[in-house]
Nanobody
Framework: QVHLVESGGGSVQAGGSLRLSCAAS????????MGWFRQAPGKGREFVAG????????YYADSVKGRFTISRDNAKNTVYLQMNSLKPEDTAVYYC????????????????WGQGTQVTVSS
């Protein structure tokens, strides 16, 4: 069992930045690949970024590539999402999630989810 808690969401103007954090507790954090997903009102849950158990292997949705950076600190049991050059279409609830399926961008592969944090980008 892994318990995930996100923080760092908020409201920002277009072009601004936010850094989301996801603190994990429970079974060995480093055993899991981690991902960030988001869900905008009236839309399905969308993959944003992922990082494998190795901190150096990351992957992104095309919509955020070059603007968002995912990272993890296995010593602190934490995964981060640095979001730069934010756009109004980035507005959503952002969730972190854990999976034993490395490299997956498919939400059903992720067994553990946080409660989500709201990100609102105004134009």
């Amino acid at each position: 069992q892994v318990h995930l808690v996100e923080s760092g969401g908020g409201s920002v103007q277009a072009g601004g930045s936010l850094r989301l954090s996801c603190a994990a507790s429970g079974r060995a954090f480093s055993s899991y690949a981690m991902g960030w997903f988001r869900q905008a009102p009236g839309k399905g849950r969308e993959f944003v970024a992922g990082v494998r158990r190795s901190v150096s292997i990351t992957y992104y949705a095309d919509s955020v590539k070059g603007r968002f950076t995912i990272s993890r600190d296995n010593a602190k049991n934490t995964v981060y999402l640095q979001m730069n050059s934010l756009k109004p279409e980035d507005t959503a609830v952002y969730y972190c999630a854990a999976t034993i399926s490395p490299g997956s961008s498919w939400a059903p592969d992720y067994a553990y989810w946080g409660q989500g944090t709201q990100v609102t980008v105004s134009s």
